[in-house]
T-cell receptor, first 113, second 110 residues
Framework: SQTIHQWPATLVQPVGSPLSLECTVE??????LYWYRQAAGRGLQLLFY??????ISSEVPQNLSASRPQDRQFILSSKKLLLSDSGFYLCAWSVSPGDQPQHFGDGTRLSIL | SQQGEEDPQALSIQEGENATMNCSYK?????LQWYRQNSGRGLVHLIL?????REKHSGRLRVTLDTSKKSSSLLITASRAADTASYFC??????????FGSGTKLNVKP
C-alpha cells in the first residue's frame, strides 16, 4: 500500500534562517506531488506541484522554492525565512493525471520567531 | 481565483441531524472532491465527483454537482460526534491542479 511521510512534525525557526522540509512517498511510481500551506483556521494554499523529476510548477510568488530530486521525494526550501512563512505545511500525492484523490501527509507546523 | 468557496463557514448541529455544506466555484472543472480535516492533521479524501456526474453516494455521504450553477453540496446524514471536523471542497483543473476552499467547520454536539 502507498504511504506518505512528512517531517519534521513541528519546527521552530528564527527569522532569516534557512528551511528544508522533506516529503517522501512509498508504494507508487511517478506520483504527482504537491506542497500546500494552511494558515490557522483557513483553507489550503497550493504552493508547488510536480508531475515528474525536476518538473516544478509554482503557484504563488514567494520566499519558498521546491525541488524533486527523486521520483518520490519532494523538498520545500527557503534560504531566509520570513515571519509570514509561519503556517501548517502539507505535502500530498496523487496518481497522474489528477482524476484521482489526493493523499496527504500529517503536516509540519512551522513557527517563525 | 480558481478556489472553491464553502458555505457556511461554521455549522453546529446535534447528533443525529443532517449536515449540509455547499461549495461554489468560478471556472470549468475536471472534477470536484471533498475532504475532511481533523484539527492539526492532514486532509482525508471523502468523495470525488466528475464533471459529467450529478450525484454520488458513499455511506452516509451524498454529494451533488451542478455545473450550470458551478456549485456542489455535501450532505452528511445522521451525523455523529465523530464527524466533528473541517470539510473542504477541492476543484481540479487541467487534471493536475487542486484548489481548496477555506472550509466549513462542523461541530456535532452529542
Amino acid at each position: 500500500s502507498q504511504t506518505i511521510h512528512q517531517w519534521p512534525a513541528t519546527l521552530v525557526q528564527p527569522v532569516g534562517s534557512p528551511l528544508s522540509l522533506e516529503c517522501t512517498v512509498e508504494g507508487t511510481s511517478n506520483p504527482n506531488l504537491y506542497w500546500y500551506r494552511q494558515a490557522a483556521g483557513r483553507g489550503l494554499q497550493l504552493l508547488f506541484y510536480s508531475v515528474g523529476i525536476g518538473q516544478i510548477s509554482s503557484e504563488v510568488p514567494q520566499n519558498l522554492s521546491a525541488s524533486r530530486p527523486q521520483d518520490r521525494q519532494f523538498i520545500l526550501s527557503s534560504k531566509k525565512l520570513l515571519l509570514s512563512d509561519s503556517g501548517f505545511y502539507l505535502c500530498a500525492w496523487s496518481v497522474s493525471p489528477g482524476d484521482q484523490p489526493q493523499h496527504f501527509g500529517d503536516g509540519t507546523r512551522l513557527s517563525i520567531l | 481565483s480558481q478556489q472553491g468557496e464553502e458555505d457556511p463557514q461554521a455549522l453546529s448541529i446535534q447528533e443525529g441531524e443532517n449536515a449540509t455544506m455547499n461549495c461554489s466555484y468560478k471556472t470549468s472543472i475536471n472534477n470536484l472532491q471533498w475532504y475532511r480535516q481533523n484539527s492539526g492533521r492532514g486532509l482525508v479524501h471523502l468523495i470525488l465527483i466528475r464533471s459529467n456526474e450529478r450525484e454520488k453516494h458513499s455511506g452516509r455521504l451524498r454529494v451533488t454537482l451542478d455545473t450550470s450553477k458551478k456549485s456542489s453540496s455535501l450532505l452528511i446524514t445522521a451525523s455523529r460526534a465523530a464527524d466533528t471536523a473541517s470539510y473542504f471542497c477541492a476543484t481540479v483543473y487541467n487534471f493536475n491542479k487542486f484548489y481548496f476552499g477555506s472550509g466549513t467547520k462542523l461541530n456535532v454536539k452529542p
